[in-house]
Structure formats: structure tokens, C-alpha cells
């Protein structure tokens, strides 16, 4: 698998039509929302030490709004942080490892499968990526996945076992030197996309890449999405975090495993109250968007209406609140959706 730089494409640039640049936030580089500052920390695989878990802890509480917001990226988000803040929260972050670029920052989103063994996997991708200067120019949007439970988020990149996944699929190359192979992807990507935020929309992206790569085989692997369910795996448990908020006074010195299902694995006998272990919760299956306070656009205070209704039923299943109609971070496949209309909320099945 090479290593060196990739050889020089035909073609110039794509273009997307974007007119803007991507606006995802980061740790420092926050979003101003209509609650304050929003920060989003990544965290590469989702792994967190206590330590780690325990300074995020105490920035939620001491500088946001008391709560980490589990991302479908399995990151974390802090919201609600006073003008300048997020310098204190940076510098906090920077003392345990978890700021360790700041040229790189938005860059590093790597989802892994939470029950696999592959973090030092993703650390090696996570520490080429930042090692390689060309990349911190990659969009916020951009995204690695490691392993088969996670291949069906749609990733720019992705590994599972051998097969290297392209624009989401299996391009059919085999490689033998997986973080070489995703950073000479990362590469491609870099310099073909032009104001393109994602892989799939450069047209002719993946063969672009395959051709730098290799001879692609005809073997190929399914992407999937396999969510962990809540409860026990062996040494471990998995335990939901209703609606996706961490409320920061739980799970003190415990190390965590984020998962992008809104939910942590922990070391089983860690004490889980106020999440939930068990696919049968009502809050299990439940999301919502920001909603009020957080989103100006809102016409409802989503959470505390989702909350309501999830502790007012008996059985568990799919469903989403939204704020408005743009309906964000609508789950894909079947689900039961309430939206906001500004005299109660339609409900769409
Ligand atoms: S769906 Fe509407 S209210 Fe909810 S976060 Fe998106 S824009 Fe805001």
C-alpha cells in the first residue's frame, strides 16, 4: 500500500455549488446559538478515559449548561458557554489529550464499532491524519469508519477488516496497511473535492481514489448499521443516554465508550442511573432536535415535549421531535416523527 504522495489527478477540482464553507463547530471554534456557545470535542472511536470523562464532566457543569450532548458521530457536544469560554475550555480539553491538534481539530472523525477492538487502530489513523498538513483543510463533514457495525454511516473512508469502504461501499480494494490507506485516501479526497464536504459528491471521486490505491477485486462487503442494544455484553454494559444528553453529574470516573446510538459502554457494576440498560425502555429509540432554547428557528421546547411523552408510555420504539420543519437529525428508516407547528405537533408515520 503506498505511502508516498499520491500521483497527480486528471481533472481540476469539483464543485458542489456550495457558496459557503461547512460550519460545523469545533472545541474552541464554537457555533453562537441562541443558548450560547455550542462546542463539539471530538473524540476518535469514541473513547474516553476516566480522567477524560471526568474533566468533560466538570467543563459541562462549571463553564455549559450541565449537560454532554452525545453526537451521531459518537462526539460529544457542550452547549450553552458564556462569550470567551471556550478558551478555558480548550486549555482544559488541551491538559488530557483530547485537543491534540489545533490545526486539525474538525478533521479528526473517526467512528468506530463501540464492541470491536480497534481503538489503537483508530489512533494511528487519527495520529497520521494530524500529522499530514495537507488534510487539516478537509471539511468538518468529513468522516473514517472502523469496523462492520458502523460501515452503513455513510463514511468518506472506511475499514472493515481488509476491505477499504469508499463514499460509504466497499470499493473493492483489499490493503494490507490500513491507516497508510486511509491517509493516502484522505489525501485524494483533499485534492479533488473543491468545495465538495463529502466523497460522494465528487463525481468520479472513488475511482480517482481507487486508481492512486490499487487494482480493486471483485469481492464485496455489505455496509451496516448494527446499533449495540442497551444491557449487558460481557464485560461490559451498554447503556443508553435518554435523548441523547449526559446529564454531567453521572458516571463520575468511569471510563466511557461513546457509541453514535446515543449511548456509552461502560465497565460492567459501573453505576448507570438515570441512563438506561434495557431495549424495553420508553426511552429507548426516542430522539429529538436542539428544539428551544438552543435552535432560534424552533417553535417548541422539543426535549422537555419528547421527555414527557417518553416517561408517559409503556413500550419502547422509533420516534423523532422537531422543532420545525427542517426536522434535523431525523433518524433514517422507520420512524414515527413529531414536528413542531407552533399550536402543538403533527405527527408523521
Ligand atoms: S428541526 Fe428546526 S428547531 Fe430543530 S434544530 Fe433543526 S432548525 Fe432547529
Keep these: 500500500m503506498p505511502t508516498a504522495s499520491p500521483a497527480p489527478l486528471a481533472g481540476g477540482p469539483a464543485s458542489a455549488g456550495r457558496t459557503r464553507p461547512d460550519a460545523c463547530p469545533g472545541a474552541v471554534d ?12 471530538r473524540v476518535p472511536g469514541g473513547t474516553l478515559s ?9 467543563a459541562a457543569i462549571e463553564l455549559g449548561d450541565g449537560v454532554l450532548e452525545l453526537t451521531s458521530r459518537a462526539n460529544l457536544q ?9 478558551h478555558e475550555l480548550g486549555a482544559r480539553l488541551r ?13 479528526r472523525n ?13 489512533d494511528a489513523i487519527d495520529a497520521e491524519l494530524c500529522a499530514t498538513p495537507e488534510l487539516a483543510s478537509l471539511p468538518g463533514r468529513f468522516l473514517v469508519t472502523v469496523g462492520g457495525a458502523v460501515s452503513g454511516l455513510s463514511g468518506d473512508i472506511g475499514l472493515v477488516g481488509d476491505a477499504l469502504f469508499l463514499a460509504g461501499h466497499d470499493s473493492g ?15 485524494v479526497f483533499a485534492g479533488i473535492r473543491g468545495d465538495a464536504w463529502r466523497l460522494s459528491e465528487v463525481d468520479g471521486g472513488v475511482p480517482k481514489i481507487t486508481a492512486a490505491l490499487g487494482v480493486p477485486g471483485d469481492a464485496r462487503v455489505a455496509p451496516a448499521v448494527t446499533p449495540v442494544a442497551p444491557g449487558a455484553h460481557g464485560e461490559v454494559v451498554v447503556a443508553g443516554v435518554p435523548l441523547g444528553r449526559w446529564d454531567a453529574r453521572l458516571l463520575a470516573g468511569v471510563p466511557v465508550r461513546l457509541t453514535p446510538w446515543r449511548s456509552v459502554v461502560v465497565p460492567a457494576g459501573s453505576d448507570t442511573s438515570g441512563l438506561f440498560t434495557s431495549a424495553d425502555s420508553p426511552w429507548h429509540g426516542v430522539s429529538a432536535c436542539t428544539g428551544s432554547p438552543g435552535c432560534a428557528k424552533s417553535l417548541a421546547d422539543v426535549r422537555a415535549d419528547a421527555a414527557r411523552w417518553a416517561r408517559s408510555r409503556s413500550t419502547s420504539g422509533r420516534a423523532h421531535w422537531s422543532g420545525c420543519a427542517r426536522r434535523c ?4 428508516g422507520d420512524v414515527v416523527e413529531f414536528v413542531a407547528t407552533g399550536g402543538g405537533y403533527e405527527e408523521i408515520r
Design 30 to 41: 464554537v457555533h453562537r446559538a441562541a443558548d450560547g456557545g455550542l462546542a463539539r470535542v
Design 50 to 58: 476516566a480522567a477524560q470523562v471526568d474533566v468533560l464532566r466538570a
Design 78 to 86: 457542550i452547549r450553552g458557554l458564556a462569550p470567551g469560554a471556550e
Design 95 to 107: 491538559a488530557v489529550g483530547l485537543l491534540p491538534s489545533p490545526t486539525h481539530e474538525r478533521v
Design 110 to 122: 473517526i467512528v468506530a464499532a463501540p464492541l470491536e477492538d480497534n481503538q489503537a487502530l483508530v
Design 173 to 187: 480494494l483489499r490493503v494490507t496497511d490500513p491507516v497508510a490507506a486511509v491517509v493516502t485516501a484522505a489525501r
Design 329 to 332: 437529525g431525523r433518524p433514517a
